[in-house]
């Protein structure tokens, strides 16, 4: 192609308006250059032949085997194929092939590469944005390649109003059109804009056009237009215009001419139906290789699609499974939770001594463990009505009855009781020299073969002794629980439980409080509290083998088993605390033999 090669499209009208002086008839052609790469808009009301202009000089251009791309909003191009083996891309089945924005860069590829015509036919689109779509792709396909090809190439918009509108929002199909409009030129891309109403197109782009057509037009507005880019004269003649008549105005030849331009060749398919009988012509067909590759893509487009469904159905699937297993779990948990309940009723009765008998000792550390999965609360009625007014659900505090009692230790670690069974608040009988007590059956020999003061200090150790092994029975946790209950002298099984590093959770807090009240090293205070009691546990239980003097003494010999700092060097969050139970009690129960000379006052025994 050269610089000087021209395309005749028309020729010079008689009537007002015009300033080239040339004589009717004479041909007027057009620079392909200028109409490849320059920018254009071709106007006029339905019609008026806007369309017939917009395909003679595609006709024109497909004749000098120049290719170009039509964006067909109306479906009204595809006439073309009637002469021409034009590549019909679209939704609908009439097109060659279904393309979708996938396709861009394809179409792209055929149009500049391969040098194809193509119509896109986005009136199939039944959204509008999948139409706008379908065009921002290509014309930004087209846009990138042009800056590395720079092969002239022409892109006609059928009713670009549509998208450069002169009022309202500008879609990013627009804003496209638009950049190519400005700066497509220097990369050879060039742009066509035709519509029906030019007061609706954006000024910006009408007035930065190379090349013009103006045809009839009637409309106030639209003559308003044409008076202010032509002048006045102009805006009246053009109402009394003929169809395919219209002026032309160019840059390059800085003319303004009235022209006939000619009448397409073609099949009309935009033209108005009429009585007679519509006969569609024999269109030519294009080359399978031009949409092999296109059916590639909507096969891999297809395929996608289907793998993408299944996929979503194969998730449906795990969903309702999903829905399913947690329906179960939840039922699950709720029987979980039902047999929990009843294993703790068993437990509960199991526990509780038979007439005339007892149960197991819980106070013993393997049964300890036992029972702290599935502890019945501990709080009273009170406690409870005072636990909810705290919004918490605290154990209700079990009273010192029948079931609380175990008979092989009853009552204290350590002390072996009589059969007979004391109430919580009852006085307990000191017991006597006739007693069978085992404990004081250990030290008569010791009382009756030396001297007053090493029966009083054995006495003392012996209290010592079997009080400090019953606080190396319990857990750590219910050690520092007591060492809390001896600081504060009353508090609530839960503060004591974070001050000995436990959660704080209600249910595990009363089951370490448990063996504490059992024991008698604490007593209910009433209202969820409980008091320190351990001096008090030595004085009712131990006064007949201690002298008052010696009273003190012993206490604070049993207070050391539970206020060594050694206990508190690793307290961790409550899990870490009460796992070290049972390897703190077995150290503790193995040193329960050990010289407790080291914590025992001087009495001037030598």
Not at 452 to 473: E, G, N
Request: glycine fraction near 10%; proline fraction near 4%.
């Amino acid at each position: 192609m050269t610089d000087q090669e021209t395309i005749t499209v028309a020729e010079v009208s008689d009537g007002p308006g015009g300033d080239s002086g040339e004589k009717p008839g004479t041909p007027v052609s057009l620079p392909v250059v200028e109409i490849l790469t320059g920018r254009g808009f071709v106007t006029g009301k339905s019609g008026s032949g806007k369309s017939n202009t917009a395909s003679v000089i595609i006709e024109k251009l497909l004749d000098s085997q120049f290719p170009v791309l039509i964006v067909d909003t109306d479906g009204e191009y595809y006439g073309l194929k009637e002469q021409y083996e034009i590549l019909h891309a679209g939704a609908d089945d009439e097109c060659d092939i279904q393309v979708s924005p996938e396709h861009a860069e394809k179409i792209a590829n055929l149009a500049l590469e391969q040098n194809v015509p193509i119509i896109l036919d986005v009136s199939g689109y039944l959204d509008e944005a999948d139409a706008e779509e379908m065009l921002l792709q290509v014309s930004r396909q087209l846009f990138a390649k042009e800056k590395k090809l720079k092969k002239p190439f022409l892109m006609l918009v059928e009713e670009c109003h549509e998208y450069i509108p002169e009022k309202g929002g500008m879609g990013e199909a627009g804003k496209m059109l638009i950049k190519v409009a400005k700066r497509g030129r220097k990369h050879g891309l060039g742009v066509v804009g035709i519509s029906q109403r030019p007061a609706d197109v954006k000024k910006d782009y009408i007035t930065q056009c190379d090349w013009l057509v103006w045809h009839r037009l009637t409309w106030r507005n639209d003559t308003k237009v044409v008076g202010r880019i032509l002048g006045n004269e102009y805006a009246d003649a053009i109402e009394d215009m003929g169809n395919g008549e219209g002026f032309l105005m160019t840059d390059w030849s800085e003319s303004l001419r009235r022209v006939q331009f000619h009448r397409k060749e073609t099949f009309d398919a935009g033209a108005t139906p009429g009585l007679d009988d519509f006969e569609r012509p024999e269109l030519k067909s294009v080359s399978g290789d031009l949409v092999s590759d296109l059916r590639e893509i909507s096969d891999e487009k297809a395929q996608r699609e289907s793998t993408i469904a299944d996929l979503r159905q194969e998730l449906d699937k795990k969903d309702a499974t999903i829905r399913q297993l947690r329906q179960e779990l939840e039922e699950a948990q709720d029987m979980s939770n039902m047999a929990d309940k009843f294993a703790q009723a068993m437990l509960q009765r199991a526990e509780a001594p038979y007439r005339g008998g007892g149960g197991r000792n819980l106070n013993r550390p393997e049964h300890q463990r036992d029972l702290s999965e599935y502890e019945e609360s501990e709080a009273t009625d009170e406690d409870a009505i005072r636990a909810v007014g705290e919004g918490e659900s605290r154990p209700v505090d079990e009273t010192d009855d029948e079931s609380d009692v175990a008979d092989d230790n009853t009552g204290y670690p350590g002390f072996e009781g009589s059969e007979g069974v004391a109430e919580a608040g009852d006085i307990v009988e000191e017991p006597t020299a006739d007693d069978s007590d085992p404990r004081i059956s250990e030290s008569d020999d010791s009382q009756n073969s030396g001297p007053d003061t090493d029966r009083r200090i054995h006495d003392q150790r012996d209290v010592v002794r079997t009080l400090t092994a019953a606080i190396a029975d319990l857990d750590a946790t219910s050690r520092r629980m007591l060492r809390h209950y001896r600081e504060q002298l009353v508090s609530d099984p839960v503060d004591a439980h974070v001050a000995a590093g436990g959660s704080g959770d209600s249910q595990l807090a009363y089951s370490r409080n448990r063996p504490l009240r059992q024991a008698g090293f604490i007593s209910h205070a009433g209202r969820g509290q409980y008091a320190y009691a351990l001096p008090d546990l030595v004085r009712e239980e131990y006064a007949d083998r201690l002298d008052p003097e010696e009273f003190g003494e012993t206490v604070e010999a049993i207070e050391a088993a539970f206020l060594d700092a050694a206990e508190e060097s690793s307290v961790e969050a409550d899990g870490g605390v009460d796992g070290e139970v049972d390897s703190e009690r077995d150290q503790s129960a193995g040193d329960d033999g050990d010289d407790d000379s080291a914590t025992w006052p001087d009495h001037g025994q030598h």
